[in-house]
């Protein structure tokens, strides 16, 4: 099986499963000169609150290692989970992050696939799930950067398809 194929079904298990837990992963990074994907580990499974706030992180940004797996805030009030994979990065979104465990992602849920360029941009392909109500789709180019304080942040800076709500995504740390 692909990793891409294998990736997309790992991520689509997550976005349907109720996503009452996370993997807490040790995430590979990335450089202008890095490799391909790592292979598969075993990581251990953290169990957290779904629907708890999901708390600002500072992670000092070093685009020589480039590291983004973990939780996300997005500026759509939704949490994205990530995971990289040498320079491809698969995400699950859900609307609603400070709410009840079991309005998370019903407004709107998604699942990513994206490929770290030398840029320091991610090219991303998205789709919502039936979880959410809304079934949109489209493409987005995504900035590795840093904000005011010089911690990492992603940032969207063009899409395309049906609309894409967030524009910026931090690091955080679930509840």
Same mark, same amino acid.
């Given at each position: 099986?692909? #990793?891409?194929?294998?990736?997309?079904?790992?991520?689509?298990?997550?976005?349907?499963?109720?996503?009452?837990?996370?993997?807490?992963?040790?995430?590979?990074?990335?450089?202008?000169?890095?490799?391909?994907?790592?292979?598969?580990?075993?990581?251990?499974?953290?169990?957290?609150?779904?629907?708890?706030?999901?708390?600002?992180?500072?992670?000092?940004?070093?685009?020589?290692?480039?590291? !983004?797996?973990?939780?996300?805030?997005?500026?759509?009030?939704?949490?994205?989970?990530?995971?990289?994979?040498?320079?491809?990065?698969?995400?699950?979104?859900?609307?609603?992050?400070?709410? #009840?465990?079991?309005?998370?992602?019903? #407004?709107?849920?998604?699942?990513?696939?994206?490929?770290?360029?030398?840029? !320091?941009?991610?090219?991303?392909?998205?789709?919502?799930?039936?979880?959410?109500?809304?079934?949109?789709?489209?493409? !987005?180019?995504?900035?590795?950067?840093?904000?005011?304080?010089?911690?990492?942040?992603?940032?969207?800076?063009?899409?395309?398809?049906?609309?894409?709500?967030?524009?910026?995504?931090?690091?955080?740390?679930?509840?």
């Amino acid at each position: 099986m692909s #990793d891409r194929r294998a990736g997309l079904i790992m991520v689509l298990a997550v976005a349907f499963a109720g996503c009452s837990t996370s993997a807490a992963t040790s995430a590979p990074t990335v450089g202008p000169a890095a490799g391909a994907t790592q292979a598969a580990t075993k990581t251990p499974v953290a169990t957290r609150a779904a629907g708890a706030p999901c708390e600002p992180k500072a992670v000092a940004f070093d685009a020589a290692k480039v590291a !983004l797996s973990g939780a996300w805030a997005g500026d759509d009030a939704g949490i994205y989970y990530l995971r990289q994979l040498g320079k491809i990065v698969w995400w699950n979104g859900m609307a609603n992050r400070a709410s #009840d465990p079991a309005v998370l992602g019903r #407004d709107w849920n998604n699942v990513a696939r994206g490929e770290i360029k030398d840029d !320091l941009t991610i090219a991303v392909e998205w789709a919502d799930v039936p979880r959410g109500e809304i079934l949109g789709g489209g493409t !987005l180019t995504v900035r590795i950067g840093k904000d005011a304080k010089g911690n990492i942040q992603l940032t969207k800076i063009a899409e395309t398809g049906t609309g894409f709500g967030n524009n910026v995504w931090t690091p955080c740390s679930p509840g």
